[in-house]
């Protein structure tokens, strides 16, 4: 089955994510919250809370929102795996700022491009 998306994966599981949202009984940001946490408990990579930025910026969610969730469940899932889950955060938004930088550059580009044409 061909796909026209450069990323059909993450795609796929950011799909399931603003399903999830949508079907979910929940407001956004308890919602989204909510998953940190359980991907923090269960020591998800970086990768699975890049699914989450779009959802976070969507729900208004602030940076301090979430350490709140950290410093919650702390006691819970123990300080290695909150400070695991504080890298990975930091590393999926690194990699969304520079997804979207180069987003930006390229569609500079595409117009500074079509101006000339």
């Known amino acids: 089955m061909a796909t026209?998306?450069?990323?059909?994966?993450?795609?796929?599981l950011a799909a399931m994510t603003m399903d999830s949202i949508?079907?979910?009984?929940?407001d956004a940001a308890p919602l989204?919250?909510?998953?940190?946490a359980a991907l923090?408990?269960?020591?998800?990579?970086?990768i699975s809370y890049l699914a989450h930025v779009d959802p976070a910026i969507k729900a208004n969610l602030t940076v301090e929102q979430v350490q709140d969730v950290l410093v919650a469940i702390a006691p819970v899932i123990g300080t290695a795996r909150v400070m695991a889950a504080?890298?990975?955060i930091t590393e999926a938004l690194g990699f969304a700022v520079a997804v979207a930088e180069s987003d930006a550059e390229a569609m500079?580009?595409?117009e500074s491009e079509s101006r000339r044409s």
Do not use: K, N, W, Y
Request: negative net charge; contains cysteine.
């Open 40 to 46: 923090a408990a269960m020591d998800a990579p970086a």
């Open 32 to 36: 989204i919250l909510t998953r940190i």
């Open 108 to 110: 500079a580009m595409a």
């Open 86 to 88: 504080a890298a990975h």
């Open 22 to 26: 949508e079907h979910c009984g929940m």
């Open 4 to 12: 026209s998306s450069d990323a059909p994966v993450l795609d796929t």
